[in-house]
T-cell receptor, first 115, second 112 residues
Framework: DTAVSQTPKYLVTQMGNDKSIKCEQNLGHDTMYWYKQDSKKFLKIMFSYNNKELIINETVPNRFSPKSPDKAHLNLHINSLELGDSAVYFC??????????????FGPGTRLTVL | KQEVTQIPAALSVPEGENLVLNCSFTDSAIYNLQWFRQDPGKGLTSLLLIQSSQREQTSGRLNASLDKSSGRSTLYIAASQPGDSATYLCAAPAGGYNKLIFGAGTRLAVHP
């Protein structure tokens, strides 16, 4: 059974387009995240939601808008795509927060290529 | 501000060797630290999570230690195998929040 799943796995699109990446977790976790891994393989957090509420919003262009319809889903919508948005985007989830925060589980990633 | 550094950046060893991967972090006010493995073109697999109250955590041939006072963690891999070839990432939480700060990783190649 897939714990954290993402769709699509690959996304190739033209500059200026709007696209969405979907994430679902079946672990019953209450916290979900989006991370970006750039071409140098460096991973950096973008957003985090806890019980559908935004709790972490790093310095990310406002073209990126996360949406959490429920605790099990966290989608990422990107407007006006730019070349620099090309990267692998990972979704993750965990149970709890603060001192009760436990390990994070990652999805397989979505490789976004902007032409 | 939490910063995570991993040494070495790359390691190539013959099969059977015991290995030590190093991770250092600047903010020792952490609740836990997590080690991941990433295979080329794949997602991250959680290997070990060490709580701040623990000094060591073991899973099979893997042993991770945590020394908060010195801001260091090590991942020990016993009797390495070609299947261990991957990038190993260390991640420490920043402040009181859940966001993980990742190191740049150690790229390990174990050859037969």
């Amino acid at each position: 059974d897939t714990a954290v799943s993402q769709t699509p796995k690959y996304l190739v699109t033209q500059m200026g387009n709007d696209k969405s990446i979907k994430c679902e977790q079946n672990l019953g976790h209450d916290t979900m995240y989006w991370y970006k891994q750039d071409s140098k393989k460096f991973l950096k957090i973008m957003f985090s939601y806890n019980n559908k509420e935004l709790i972490i919003n790093e310095t990310v262009p406002n073209r990126f808008s996360p949406k959490s319809p429920d605790k099990a889903h966290l989608n990422l919508h990107i407007n006006s795509l730019e070349l620099g948005d090309s990267a692998v985007y990972f979704c993750a989830s965990s149970q709890g927060q603060g001192s009760n925060f436990n390990e994070q589980f990652f999805g397989p990633g979505t490789r976004l290529t902007v032409l | 501000k939490q910063e995570v550094t991993q040494i070495p950046a790359a390691l190539s060893v013959p099969e059977g060797e015991n290995l030590v991967l190093n991770c250092s972090f600047t903010d020792s006010a952490i609740y836990n630290l997590q080690w991941f493995r990433q295979d080329p073109g794949k997602g991250l697999t959680s290997l070990l999570l060490i709580q701040s109250s623990q000094r060591e955590q073991t899973s099979g041939r893997l042993n991770a230690s945590l020394d908060k006072s010195s801001g260091r963690s090590t991942l020990y891999i016993a009797a390495s195998q070609p299947g261990d070839s991957a990038t190993y990432l260390c991640a420490a939480p920043a402040g009181g929040y859940n966001k993980l700060i990742f190191g740049a990783g150690t790229r390990l190649a174990v050859h037969p």
